[in-house]
């Protein structure tokens, strides 16, 4: 299943500016996506949050016969897995969605399991998304937030504890890291400014980057985040405000994106050469920022101490 064609640039700003300004009803006339019917539809529903609420990572993973080595992804999700158990606020559960039951499934009770038995021809990244869309959110749903989590990617230990404490708003990762697990090196990102204009926030390069609140509207949610995969990450922040989402941007690094430990998608379509040279280009250097990067992330420490050795 692949991802749809992306949409105008153009489009989306003015889209997006005609949403804000309260004319939502107006853009349901226009020929639209899917995707931008389906957050339309979301828009009629009000938010509600309970008290106490509860963050949903939905992890689609590869299948052991996806892979040359297992063993990569047995370790990677791990260490992600790790990163979500040492979160401060403990109110988050994990469901991971593949071919193959991984055993990093038994390293905490909130991490469930449910098995991918679609065919699909090619990538299948999007039909396990949709699928833990149906799992989490209408089948067997809780209220709080609901957020697509890579099975190689950390976020920082906070992450969940200022997740809730945003309420209704949902967040947006611009601040983060990318590292390179071949070498240790660290890159930084940001958004850009005039200092650092061919700089780029966290979510253009990682799906890891959207967390919303969900609960309120099973079906039109699901709907949504079942349209929402079929569509790269790039779109996340548009198509969230169409479905009328305030986003709050986090500037702060929160989330750490691994790349080039050899089973990543991206790899074996051979790309992601320039995510290397953007690490190099905004290289974090100082050890004492590197050790600050392991203490904020846990599970990063045996990522990027080579690249500390070599200071």
Same mark, same amino acid.
């Given at each position: 299943?692949?991802?749809?064609? *992306?949409?105008?640039?153009?489009?989306?700003?003015? &889209?997006?500016?005609?949403?804000?300004?309260?004319?939502?009803?107006l853009l349901g006339l226009l020929p639209l996506s899917p995707a931008e019917s389906a957050a339309l539809a979301l828009r009629k529903? *009000?938010?509600?949050? +309970?008290?106490? @609420?509860?963050?949903?990572?939905?992890?689609?993973?590869?299948?052991?016969?996806?892979?040359?080595?297992?063993? %990569?992804?047995?370790?990677?999700?791990?260490?992600?897995?790790?990163?979500?158990?040492?979160?401060?606020?403990?109110?988050?559960?994990? %469901?991971? /969605?593949?071919?193959?039951?991984?055993?990093?499934?038994?390293?905490? +009770?909130?991490?469930?399991?449910?098995?991918?038995?679609?065919?699909?021809? $090619?990538?299948?990244? %999007?039909?396990?998304?949709?699928?833990?869309?149906?799992?989490?959110?209408?089948?067997?749903?809780?209220?709080?937030? &609901?957020?697509?989590?890579?099975?190689?990617?950390?976020?920082?230990?906070?992450?969940? *504890?200022?997740?809730?404490?945003?309420?209704?708003?949902?967040?947006? %990762?611009?601040?983060g890291y990318i590292v390179n697990s071949a070498t240790g090196r660290v890159g930084v990102t940001r958004n850009k400014s005039w200092? @650092?204009?061919?700089?780029?926030? &966290?979510?253009?390069? /990682?799906?890891? /980057?959207?967390?919303?609140?969900? $609960?309120?509207?099973?079906?039109?949610?699901?709907?949504?985040?079942?349209?929402?995969?079929?569509?790269?990450?790039?779109?996340?922040?548009?198509?969230?405000?169409?479905?009328?989402?305030?986003?709050?941007?986090?500037?702060?690094?929160?989330?750490?994106?691994?790349?080039?430990?050899?089973?990543?998608?991206?790899?074996?379509?051979?790309?992601?050469?320039?995510?290397?040279?953007?690490?190099?280009?905004?290289?974090?250097?100082g050890e004492s920022e590197l050790s600050n990067i392991q203490s904020a992330f846990p599970g990063s420490g045996d990522l990027i101490?080579?690249?500390?050795?070599?200071?």
């Amino acid at each position: 299943m692949q991802e749809q064609a *992306q949409i105008a640039k153009l489009r989306r700003r003015i &889209f997006s500016t005609i949403a804000k300004m309260g004319g939502a009803r107006l853009l349901g006339l226009l020929p639209l996506s899917p995707a931008e019917s389906a957050a339309l539809a979301l828009r009629k529903f *009000q938010i509600e949050l +309970p008290e106490h @609420a509860t963050t949903t990572f939905a992890i689609p993973l590869v299948g052991a016969h996806q892979v040359s080595d297992w063993s %990569v992804i047995e370790k990677t999700l791990a260490r992600s897995l790790k990163a979500l158990i040492a979160q401060k606020n403990p109110n988050w559960r994990a %469901v991971v /969605c593949s071919q193959t039951r991984p055993n990093a499934i038994a390293l905490d +009770p909130r991490i469930s399991h449910i098995p991918f038995e679609i065919e699909v021809a $090619g990538h299948d990244k %999007v039909a396990k998304l949709q699928t833990l869309a149906q799992h989490c959110l209408q089948d067997h749903p809780v209220p709080g937030f &609901f957020m697509p989590l890579d099975g190689d990617d950390l976020l920082e230990r906070n992450f969940t *504890q200022g997740l809730h404490k945003n309420g209704r708003h949902g967040v947006l %990762v611009c601040g983060g890291y990318i590292v390179n697990s071949a070498t240790g090196r660290v890159g930084v990102t940001r958004n850009k400014s005039w200092r @650092a204009p061919l700089q780029k926030p &966290f979510w253009k390069f /990682c799906g890891s /980057c959207m967390a919303l609140p969900v $609960g309120s509207a099973s079906k039109a949610e699901t709907a949504f985040f079942k349209a929402l995969a079929e569509h790269e990450h790039r779109l996340y922040p548009y198509l969230a405000t169409l479905a009328g989402y305030r986003l709050i941007h986090l500037d702060k690094p929160s989330a750490l994106y691994v790349i080039n430990h050899g089973e990543n998608f991206e790899t074996r379509r051979g790309r992601g050469g320039f995510k290397q040279r953007f690490i190099e280009r905004f290289s974090v250097s100082g050890e004492s920022e590197l050790s600050n990067i392991q203490s904020a992330f846990p599970g990063s420490g045996d990522l990027i101490i080579q690249h500390k050795a070599d200071l």
